[in-house]
């Protein structure tokens, strides 16, 4: 079996060269790599020619439309029968396309995802990230916990489907971040077979401070909930979770300012599970001291970005295009 290997890229030479340098290890080299430059003004194509050499690859320019967008435009170029996506800040193990092969053979799937963890050379800060957003204290930690696509969302970060697929659905749609569980959502209700390879993972970057984490994860929020109206199956309670700790952790601090500093007690109960955990989990005193504003971070950012799209979108009833501009790309 061919794969086809479709990266977007934007103004990330330095992760494509560590990619690209992971990928030279594996064990099965039965693919090519579409790499996709969505607009960069600091292009990676000097690091794409010193691998020419050593992988199957091929290398695209085209104007700045998007992740989604430019996967579907690698998924044109593409020549394999399964078309797989990872971001541009992920390594790759050296065992991936052997075990994701062998399982395909054994069970064959339509699509399929996997999980992602922190590689040991990453920085505390993007270890602490990680934590947060794998742990089952915060909704990170349902991913790759079900074989099942209503529980375990492909993300294209780690993702795969085959050709029949892409023919009979189509590519990525137009918004962004979010883009990934649409497609997903679309393959299920298509009747396509989909689920999880969970040692087919990969180390994912993240984002590599704390601002920018607060960024994504509060238009994580927001995004839910067009998903939500998209597709009226995907609602679930737990999506509402980190909006209702938000407020709850409002009324709490008020209580205890106005009343007495007793109000206080959950939340300092959850910082110390917080603390047991990242401790247990990472090994380590000073990422689990990142871990837990991390943590809060992911918690509170979503809430609040839950909250503002919920109310935009199902409360004010706004199309989702007029409401939120800045989370699709024009094409």
């Excluded at 299920?188 to 920018?212: C, E, N, P, W």
């Amino acid at each position: 079996m061919l794969f086809s290997v479709i990266i977007p890229v934007y103004n990330r030479p330095q992760e494509v060269e560590e990619l690209l340098d992971s990928l030279t290890r594996q064990t099965q080299k039965n693919f090519e790599l579409v790499i996709v430059e969505d607009g960069s003004t600091d292009d990676c194509k000097a690091v794409v020619d010193r691998y020419a050499d050593q992988l199957d690859i091929r290398y695209f320019y085209k104007d700045n439309s998007g992740p989604g967008d430019s996967r579907n435009f690698g998924m044109a170029k593409a020549k394999g029968d399964y078309l797989l996506f990872f971001d541009s800040d992920c390594l790759i193990p050296p065992h991936y396309f052997e075990t994701v092969e062998r399982f395909l053979a054994e069970h064959p799937l339509d699509a399929y995802g996997g999980p992602d963890t922190a590689h040991e050379s990453f920085t505390h800060t993007q270890k602490a990230i990680n934590y947060a957003m794998t742990s089952v204290i915060t909704t990170g930690g349902v991913r790759g916990k079900e074989n099942k696509l209503d529980n375990y969302q492909p993300r294209s970060f780690n993702m795969g489907i085959s050709r029949e697929v892409y023919e009979a659905v189509g590519g990525y749609g137009d918004i962004h971040p979010g883009e990934d569980p649409d497609l997903s959502y679309r393959i299920m209700q298509a009747g396509f077979s989909i689920g999880l390879i969970a040692d087919a993972y990969v180390y994912h970057k993240r984002r590599i401070d704390f601002s920018k984490f607060s960024n994504q994860v509060y238009k994580f929020g927001v995004v839910r909930n067009v998903l939500m109206k998209w597709h009226p199956r995907s609602w679930k309670m737990v999506y509402f979770f980190p909006t209702a700790f938000l407020l709850g952790s409002i009324a709490l601090v008020l209580l205890a300012l106005l009343w007495h500093v007793v109000f206080l007690l959950p939340l300092l109960a959850l910082l110390l599970i917080i603390t047991v955990d990242a401790l247990a989990k990472t090994g380590n005193l000073s990422i689990t001291l990142m871990a837990i504003p991390a943590t809060f971070i992911q918690l509170y950012n979503y809430g609040w970005g839950f909250l503002k799209g919920f109310w935009l979108i199902h409360v004010l009833k706004k199309p989702e295009r007029e409401a939120l501009p800045g989370f699709f790309f024009k094409r």
